[in-house]
């Protein structure tokens, strides 16, 4: 367990009797790209809400270097480096894209360190707004510094959410359903920025189309009715006769 | 035009001193002081509405706790004015710091009545056990010393420098909404449980922000206290609390100017129609449904999009 960055022990989460994750043991290595996929309702988006602190779980334990941090907050697993994107792209529409990267930059730099700075300071200085414009280049959404983050397509609300988590500076960067709702053109653009992150730090994806993730990771596991069914070489699990059970009929299959 | 003056805090500030000055030197500035001490607490109350989008129905507690933090203060104490303007505002922030833990965690009607119920629950203990200390019903009588100019029984004095804390205050105000705490504060009230995945600890900043009301709306307590030379229970009374909900409704939530507009004309139509109209209370029933109904912004809202 030890050689894992992040890791669950046994986790469980039930909401009123329905069990959403169910005894999952799993563990992210360093520096992995990993893919977890599975059906609509698998308990894919739960199991990520365990890991960065949405909510506890009933039972088991979450791993973070070696250090136990299954009651840890949420706001200090990101500090920690545990960082994650929501399926429902989530960012703040009433307030323009720059102060969204602001909220996200302000308190790394100096400012939030020092207290009088973030309570009576300019929110807009030279300093933080050349961070900002530079994490926004990220994701090619400089230009678009000034729009209220309403005016912005889905698409691109999802590459500010992206841009923000890598403002974060991420250990591990969760990913839920990064594709969802997406253009083809979009799909593509944001596997592509995925693909230079790949070996920079830990990243793992949920997704239930299988398809979009076999080229971008190394590994993929599949979670069905809140369990982990199995773990390993992308083109190995979608042959799997367990996966392929759970999916049957239902998703687009193509064993290689 | 008032987003314009919004935006620029110098010039926020000039408009607050001379909107009261006109005001006061037009009318009377004894009556008008009674308007800026309601505006200060306006403000404070606006920094847990306006800026946290939490409704409190009992912010006449962190007031009372400011009247009687001077009242008693200079009773036992020493009777200077400003160390009991300082313990007004340090009983507001104790009280702020004392119930904002729990009480940040509450939405909505929740927290609305949580606030009404502690409210209450201060109003009694100042009324029926501590009466031996508070003067119960009656209240205390207070004096205060004097140096020379700064003599708080002149009225002509405490126009001055009730103004100076009003601007003060709208200085502050300004200077928060302003700093990256202005942009974390806009983005928690959108939602709060994604500010939370960005880093920040929600929970103490919400108790910070609810401290910073409660010791605003102390020092307006105080500056009541030291205005009327005596504390008594009407100035911790629950039912009081919905005079600043009111008058932050009618002006508009979120920013000073709107808070400054509902505090003026919420004592306008206290002082002035209470000549006309016995129950002038229906008539803010009336108001407060045409802002519920038509003027969801209120005042401000209506003159900033002219
Ligand atoms: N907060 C909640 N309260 C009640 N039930 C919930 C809650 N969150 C999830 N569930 C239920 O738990 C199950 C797993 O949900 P989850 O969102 O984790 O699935 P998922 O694998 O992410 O699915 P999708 O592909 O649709 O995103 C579903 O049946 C869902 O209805
Ligand atoms: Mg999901």
């Known amino acids: ?256 | 035009m008032l987003k314009r003056i919004e935006q620029s805090p110098p010039l926020t500030l000039l408009v607050v001193a001379a909107a009261f000055f006109v005001y006061g030197y037009s009318t009377s500035l004894f009556k008008i002081t009674d308007f800026i001490i309601f505006t200060i607490f306006v403000l404070g109350f606006d920094m847990a509405y306006g800026q946290m989008g939490k409704l409190s129905f009992g912010h006449m507690l962190y007031y009372g706790a400011g009247s009687y933090g001077a009242g008693l203060c200079a009773i036992h104490v020493y009777p200077d004015p400003f160390l009991a303007i300082l313990a007004g505002m340090i009983f507001g922030a104790a009280l702020g710091l004392i119930l904002g833990p729990v009480l940040v965690k509450l939405k909505g009607a929740a927290f609305a009545l949580s606030n009404l119920a502690f409210n209450q629950l201060g109003y009694f203990l100042v009324l029926v056990p501590f009466a031996p200390v508070t003067g119960g019903e009656d209240g205390i009588s207070l004096s205060f010393n004097s140096y020379g100019f700064i003599d708080f029984s002149d009225f002509n004095f405490r126009f001055y420098f009730y103004l100076a804390c009003l601007l003060g205050v709208v200085f502050l105000y300004q200077r928060f909404t302003r700093a990256p705490y202005g942009i974390f504060l806009r983005a928690t009230k959108e939602n709060e449980i994604r500010v939370r995945f960005l880093g920040y600890n929600t929970q103490v900043f919400k108790v910070v922000t609810f401290v910073i009301s409660t010791t605003l709306s102390g020092l307006a307590g105080a500056l009541n206290a030291l205005n009327l030379q005596f504390t008594n229970t009407s100035l911790i009374d629950p039912t009081r609390s919905v005079e600043v909900i009111f008058a932050a409704l009618m002006g508009g939530a979120g920013n000073v100017l709107g808070a400054v507009m509902g505090g003026m004309a919420f004592m306008t139509i206290r002082q002035y129609l209470a000549d006309y109209l016995v129950r002038w209370e229906m008539f803010l029933g009336i108001a407060l449904l045409f802002i519920a109904f038509k003027l969801r912004k209120g005042l401000y809202g209506v003159l900033a999009k002219g």
């Open chain 1, 1 to 256: 367990m030890s050689e894992h960055i992040l890791a669950t022990q046994g986790v469980s989460k039930a909401f009123d009797g329905l069990v959403a994750t169910n005894n999952v043991t799993y563990g992210l290595f360093p520096g992995e790209t990993a893919g977890i996929i599975g059906p609509n309702g698998a308990g894919k988006s739960t199991f990520f809400n365990l890991l960065t602190g949405y909510y506890p779980p009933d039972t088991g334990q979450v791993f973070y270097h070696g250090r136990e941090i299954t009651k840890l907050p949420a706001w200090d697993r990101v500090n920690l480096g545990l960082v994650r994107t929501f399926q429902l792209v989530s960012v703040f529409d009433t307030m323009t894209v720059l102060e969204n990267m602001m909220l996200a930059r302000m308190r790394q730099g100096g400012s939030y360190a020092s207290k009088g700075r973030f309570f009576f300071g300019r929110a807009r200085r030279k300093g933080l707004d050349d961070e900002c414009f530079k994490a926004l280049a990220t994701m090619g959404l400089e230009g678009k510094a000034g729009t209220r983050t309403s005016d912005l397509s889905y698409g691109e609300k999802r590459e500010l959410e992206i841009a923000i988590a890598l403002s974060l500076n991420p250990q591990v960067l969760l990913l839920d359903e990064p594709f969802a709702g997406l253009s083809l053109v979009e799909i593509g653009n944001i596997s592509e920025v995925i693909k230079k992150l790949k070996g920079k730090f830990t990243i793992a994806i949920v997704e239930h189309k299988i398809s979009k993730l076999m080229d971008l990771v190394d590994r993929l596991s599949v979670i069905n009715e809140g369990a982990l069914v199995c773990s390993g070489e992308p083109r190995e699990v979608i042959c799997d006769p367990l996966v392929r059970e759970c999916y049957w009929g239902k998703e687009d299959m193509v064993c290689y």
